[in-house]
């Protein structure tokens, strides 16, 4: 039976640390969070992620296949009604023959991406931290858990937060010994790319922005954040 070993509040955005936490600490079992209405669970297998469920409705597979155009109403409808203690709604759906294996897995990932980068929105919540075995049925998701994350921090839309965590604008930036072994397992556009190729080790904030324009300063302030959450990225002496 699982196990409470901590339970408590967090603010100030620090859902994405407390992933982190789980993932360095090899973590099974089960992050349950809080916010209002909103419940969610995040489950972990020796520190990977690997499902995600919420009790929001936007957020529930039938209706995310639904809107991907995947499902129609009806079909999710008749399979809800064969759904019971032995048998899952992704089960039924297979054995009805309305979605093939391949769509509902896309799906599925899908449906842990918005559960996970909904959440980095939460500026605060509660959270409920269980330790050991995972439910028999769930399933088990290959999921990219620094890619999540990654993306996640731009779902975080307040300006004065990233300042103060990025902290003193004349702090240089350097990337890290490890950077390019964690930067290769990120999918990322252009502008990220651009962002990264003006860190040289000598630039701060500014510096940095004097390279990119002035209408690129929120995004490098995320960029800059990201890579530093991920260990990617160093602060190191001021500018002279």
Excluded: C
């Amino acid at each position: 039976m699982p196990e409470l070993i901590e339970k408590g509040r967090f603010d100030n955005y620090l859902f994405p640390h407390l992933l982190l936490y789980l993932i360095e600490k090899r973590f099974t079992g089960e992050l349950v969070l809080a916010h209002d209405r909103a419940k969610k669970a995040i489950y972990f297998q020796d520190g990977r992620i690997i499902f995600a469920h919420s009790n929001e409705e936007r957020l529930r597979l039938g209706k995310l296949l639904i809107n991907q155009g995947k499902l129609t109403e009806k079909q999710l409808n008749a399979a809800q009604q064969m759904v019971d203690n032995s048998h899952t709604l992704a089960q039924v759906l297979l054995r009805l023959g309305f979605i093939e294996k391949s769509e509902l897995l896309l799906g599925a990932k899908r449906q842990v991406a918005e559960i996970l980068l909904s959440t980095f929105q939460w500026k605060e919540g509660s959270y409920w931290i269980y330790k050991g075995e995972l439910p028999k049925r769930l399933p088990k998701l290959p999921l990219n858990a620094i890619q999540l994350i990654f993306n996640g921090i731009f779902q975080i839309k307040d300006r004065q937060w990233f300042e103060k965590q990025v902290g003193d604008p004349s702090v240089v930036f350097q990337l890290s010994d490890n950077f390019m072994a964690g930067y290769r397992l990120l999918s990322y556009n252009e502008m990220v790319d651009l962002i990264v190729t003006k860190i040289d080790g000598n630039r701060n904030l500014e510096g940095i922005i004097s390279l990119l324009g002035r209408e690129n300063y929120f995004l490098a302030l995320q960029v800059l954040y990201g890579l530093l959450l991920l260990n990617l990225l160093k602060q190191k002496n001021k500018a002279n």
